[in-house]
């Protein structure tokens, strides 16, 4: 991405601390030195404090309207919830409202922020996300929920054939997890006029591991 030193990006935090007959102690230190981290590398922060759901949505829906932004970074400190049978977080309001980060994400997509669109944008979501354990985990997906996953009939899947090429080439001395995210670069490069496949992967308590076939 190519970024100006004149527009170097823009950060909104939204940290939800007090709740009905609780504090999230703590939440004040995180909120100071996040705040300090993006103003030290030039970055315009705005920060908002403990936020109903709906004033969280008006927020980022207000947040998104700036075109001449080169970075936009969103961060999201609260409490949090997951569904036990599906992969969806949700950010606690202080009127213990919830509202989903597929909800924020979907707010910046190219159809809903086409003003947006190459530019790089980056989500942190401090929060809770149940109460299962995962650990030792790396979960590879051939797309993002919502979009296809390509399949040449004569040479077999986009991914997988990337997978088998970027290994074959790097797994001698590269862990598992940068090779996915060469997978990923790979097919955007390689792909990018005939169709756009944006790849998914998530670390569970996984760390460096490396195949030396």
Not at 66 to 85: L, P
Request: aromatic share 8%; net charge positive.
């Amino acid at each position: 991405y190519k970024t100006s030193q004149n527009n170097r990006g823009r950060v909104l935090i939204i940290n939800n601390i007090k709740f009905v007959n609780e504090k999230r102690l703590g939440a004040e230190l995180d909120e100071k030195n996040i705040k300090e981290l993006f103003e030290q590398m030039k970055m315009k922060v705005t920060v908002h404090r403990d936020k109903k759901k709906a004033q969280m949505e008006s927020i980022i829906t207000k947040y998104r309207r700036d075109k001449n932004i080169a970075i936009n970074i969103v961060v999201v400190m609260s409490h949090g919830t997951g569904r036990e049978r599906q992969d969806s977080t949700e950010i606690v309001g202080i009127d213990n409202q919830l509202l989903p980060t597929t909800w924020i994400l979907e707010q910046f997509t190219n159809e809903n922020c086409p003003y947006l669109a190459n530019k790089p944008k980056m989500f942190i979501f401090q929060c809770c996300r149940g109460s299962r354990q995962y650990a030792d985990m790396l979960i590879a997906y051939s797309t993002i929920p919502g979009f296809v996953s390509h399949r040449d009939p004569k040479t077999g899947t986009w991914y997988i054939q990337t997978i088998c090429e970027v290994f074959m080439e790097h797994a001698h001395d590269t862990d598992v997890e940068s090779m996915l995210k060469m997978v990923d670069q790979k097919l955007a490069s390689i792909y990018h006029q005939l169709s756009r496949q944006t790849t998914n992967y998530e670390n569970r308590g996984f760390k460096n591991l490396y195949l030396h076939p």
